[in-house]
């Protein structure tokens, strides 16, 4: 079963992630993975890291000759600044140049001092970073591939940044290159001009900005996930990995929260058979209000969850009150380089996350060690699905 795990720090010198679980036979090209870290960079807002920043992608193992073996993949993405943070950042023994000890609000900085009892808040702030991300993307890319060999999507659009909002249709997989060439990844042309027009007054004042980004997910087979016990429910599943994105603070599945102010008998999906509808056992919704999750199960019906960024905790002109470790006074919390906002780029995360759990999901169902007899399982359980829903219409 597909799992991922992270190391390495922001200026160290590079990420890695070691996936697991990923069937012989995928289908895996360096590019097309830098092209998708190269994503994670984008939008307006961004800090000066990620204009000169590149991400040099090495496959260190379970690759060969473009094809994974049904080994663990490791790849590393090098940091470029590493020469400048050598000495800083050794793994040798040494002492920091300048320890911080003025923690940030809303940063990691001082529950992760105290919990290790650290004198310096690198130690903390270095793992704790959103870099990490670029890790999980690379990640994500090799999920995105494997569930594209049964037909499954992702893709993700800006809905919300500081007090602009949009409300133009959700993106279909065909506009992805389109969301990806907004400033903003917003379709909604006046939105995403009124959202630059929040970034701009934001950065003037040296403030940062939070916002939404929805994410979807397109031909999702019928039965991922489960009812059966707590920790198999999908929508649990989502929200967990959705929530483990660095500044997230909420993740609305479907409607959300707007369902709570509703009555039932507007806020459930009606079912109605659908003889060419596969993925959904025959049956489909006449709309999805619960975005594509019923019970913890997949739907058929596209997948949909929208995730809230609280505004960055480094900010470059108005200053945040925090206590100086060393001195116990009263001060101002340090400055490290940042974004006016990463709400763009948390689109793309969102995907990568989104990606891993239905991978791991659709690799639990279907199974397979090589990707021709995961696809092979999937056609099966489709005809199977087929069978059922014919029984069930009306002769």
């Not at 496959?59 to 090098?78: I, M, Q």
């Not at 940091?79 to 003025?102: D, V």
């Not at 997230?248 to 102010?261: F, L, Y």
């Not at 905790?313 to 101002?332: C, F, H, I, K, Q």
Request: glycine letters at 12%; proline letters at 5%.
């Amino acid at each position: 079963m597909l799992r991922f795990l992270t190391a390495g720090e922001s200026h160290g010198p590079s990420l890695v992630v070691v996936v697991e679980g990923l069937p012989a036979g995928l289908a895996v090209d360096a590019d097309d993975l830098a092209a998708e870290l190269a994503r994670r960079r984008l939008g307006f807002g961004r800090g000066p890291r990620m204009r000169f920043e590149r991400d040099q992608v090495r496959l260190l193992g379970g690759v060969r000759h473009g094809r994974t073996l049904g080994s663990p993949v490791a790849v590393e993405v090098a940091n470029t600044e590493w020469p400048k943070w050598q000495e800083e950042m050794k793994a040798a023994p040494g002492t920091p140049s300048q320890r911080l000890t003025a923690p940030r609000p809303g940063h990691a900085d001082l529950a992760g001092m105290l919990k290790y009892s650290f004198d310096d808040a690198r130690d903390v702030l270095e793992r704790a970073s959103a870099r990490e991300t670029a890790a999980r993307v690379a990640a994500g890319y090799l999920a995105k591939a494997l569930l594209a060999t049964i037909g499954v999507t992702v893709v993700s659009h800006v809905v919300r940044i500081g007090a602009a909002a949009s409300s133009g249709p959700r993106p279909a997989p065909a506009d992805l290159a389109a969301v990806d060439a907004s400033e903003v990844r917003c379709l909604d042309v006046a939105a995403a001009e009124a959202m630059v027009a929040e970034i701009r007054a934001a950065a003037k004042v040296g403030d940062s900005l939070g916002g939404v980004a929805e994410v979807v997910a397109y031909g999702v087979p019928v039965g991922l996930g489960s009812y059966v016990h707590w920790d198999r429910k999908l929508d649990g599943l989502l929200a967990g990995a959705l929530m483990s994105i660095h500044a997230v603070k909420a993740v609305e599945i479907g409607d959300g929260t707007i369902q709570a102010a509703q009555r039932g008998s507007v806020a459930h999906d009606a079912i109605t058979t659908a003889a060419g509808h596969a993925r959904g056992g025959g049956f489909e919704r006449r709309s999805d209000h619960a975005g594509g999750l019923e019970g913890g199960v997949s739907s058929g019906a596209p997948i949909i969850a929208r995730v809230s960024m609280k505004p960055l905790a480094t900010l470059n002109r108005p200053v945040l009150e925090t206590v100086d470790l060393a001195t116990g006074e009263s001060t101002v919390s340090f400055k490290e380089r940042t974004d006016v906002t990463a709400v763009p780029a948390l689109g793309v995360v969102a995907e990568a996350m989104t990606a891993l759990v239905l991978a791991r999901e659709a690799q639990r169902k279907f199974g397979g060690d090589t990707v021709e007899e995961f696809t092979r399982n999937l056609e099966g359980y489709l005809e199977g699905l087929g069978s059922h829903a014919s029984s069930a219409r009306p002769a």
